[in-house]
């Protein structure tokens, strides 16, 4: 927990495992960048959810977790790692481990692909963040290399703070740009203070 203003808890990554795309690259890679420059206590290659979400589980020990940073595809309201997609039911077990290791003041990020975009992303961000009892962070662009944009936190017990329609190009969902809203970059290891 934070005492003094100083981060106490575990710091974790996780990139998804077991695809071949190109796309699947980045993410492997972003997991090792963030571990370099952003100060991880750990980094590991998920291939579905339940080994990702156990893996956190073991890895904190008797600490609780501050940040877990998750890395792979996404579409709205559906983070994947690997072929898998998290669902709240299906997982939940893995979850309720999972909510026994945060606190208020825990970050989720899911460094994917629009997951907050649309209804879809609305519902699955505030459903999470209930759930856990945290604060859940997504994007309502696709991501690339550098830009992430339309970075979206949700606090628990507070109102969604963002339209349905963020990120939508009027052909689909966007691409993230240095000029989108709320953009930050591949090599951010935090989400700016006053976007949580």
């Not at 106490?8 to 960048?33: C, D, N, Q």
């Not at 309720?96 to 208020?104: G, K, T």
């Not at 109102?159 to 689909?172: F, L």
Request: net charge positive.
């Amino acid at each position: 927990m934070r005492a003094g203003g100083q981060v106490m808890g575990k710091r974790l990554v996780i990139g998804s495992r077991g695809e071949t795309s190109p796309v699947a690259f980045s993410w492997y890679s972003g997991t090792h960048v963030q571990q370099i420059v952003g100060g991880f206590d750990g980094a590991w290659h998920g291939r579905n959810w339940a080994s990702a979400l156990s893996w956190v589980c073991a890895n904190c020990g008797d600490k609780e977790l501050d940040e877990l940073h998750l890395w792979s595809h996404g579409a709205p309201g559906s983070p994947y790692m690997g072929d898998d997609c998290l669902d709240l039911a299906d997982h939940g077990r893995w979850l309720d481990d999972l909510a026994l290791r945060v606190h208020h003041d825990s970050v989720i990020w899911f460094r994917m692909c629009s997951v907050f975009h649309g209804r879809d992303g609305i519902n699955f961000a505030y459903h999470l963040a209930e759930h856990l009892r945290c604060t859940v962070v997504g994007h309502t662009f696709k991501i690339g290399f550098p830009w992430h944009s339309g970075t979206r936190a949700h606090r628990h017990g507070r109102d969604i703070s963002w339209s349905r329609h963020e990120g939508s190009d009027g052909k689909g969902i966007a691409w993230s740009s240095r000029k989108a809203p709320r953009t930050v970059t591949c090599f951010h290891n935090r989400v700016p203070g006053e976007w949580l």
